[in-house]
């Protein structure tokens, strides 16, 4: 691969066995999945999609969109994209179920159905408590193993154990820069 972004664009070698000219490169015409700038391109491109659908970015998250309940979708939809995992959710099945359909329709990719994980994170869903959790667990021993931390002693934390904190404890407004 040559450098990246000669002018705003990429350029490639033939591969290996190719029948061209060993001086022959070929330039990218649309971003390739692995090319460090495709998640950027895919970025911009959900983005368009979803302004162009009535969407709004989420405060500060420029990965996270907001449709209001109206016009062809009569429930609010909440979509967050990272990379090309995206996570959907919509407090009516039949809504969420039509906007999958017009987004696959769109874009190319599949429905895993449920989410029991994202971004490495377990979901625990109480559906009866209406409550999700999220648990990252095998990431942070992954992480604390890579690193050789795993086995090291533990440390008291400032809180007792078992204390649970509410959105009463948080800020009204989440500070951008702390919370990126």
């Known amino acids: 691969k040559l450098e990246e972004g000669v ?6 070698h033939p591969p290996q066995g190719a029948t061209e000219d060993v001086d022959t490169v070929y330039e990218v015409c ?10 950027r391109a895919l970025h911009l ?4 999609w979803f302004k162009d659908q009535g969407f709004t970015t989420a405060g500060f998250e420029d990965s996270v969109w907001v449709r209001e309940a109206g016009g062809k979708f009569e429930h ?5 994209a990272h990379i090309d995992d995206t996570l959907m959710a919509c407090d009516s099945l039949a809504t969420l179920t039509a ?3 017009e987004f696959l329709t769109r874009f190319e ?5 449920e989410v029991t994980t994202y971004l490495r994170c377990k979901l625990i869903r109480d559906r009866a408590q209406r409550t999700i959790l999220f648990r990252q667990a095998v ?3 992954k992480i604390l193993q890579l690193y050789g931390a795993w086995d090291q002693p533990t440390v008291r ?3 007792e154990a078992g204390i649970r904190l509410s959105k009463a404890d948080s800020p009204e407004v989440a500070d951008p820069v702390l919370h990126r």
């Open 76 to 80: 609010r939809l909440v979509v967050s």
């Open 30 to 39: 649309r971003p390739q999945y692995g090319i460090p700038s495709s998640a």
């Open 157 to 159: 934390t400032p809180l």
């Open 7 to 12: 002018n705003g664009r990429i350029f490639i």
């Open 139 to 141: 990431y942070a021993k």
């Open 99 to 101: 906007f999958k359909h």
């Open 109 to 113: 990719g599949t429905d895993e159905g």
């Open 45 to 48: 491109t959900l983005s368009k």
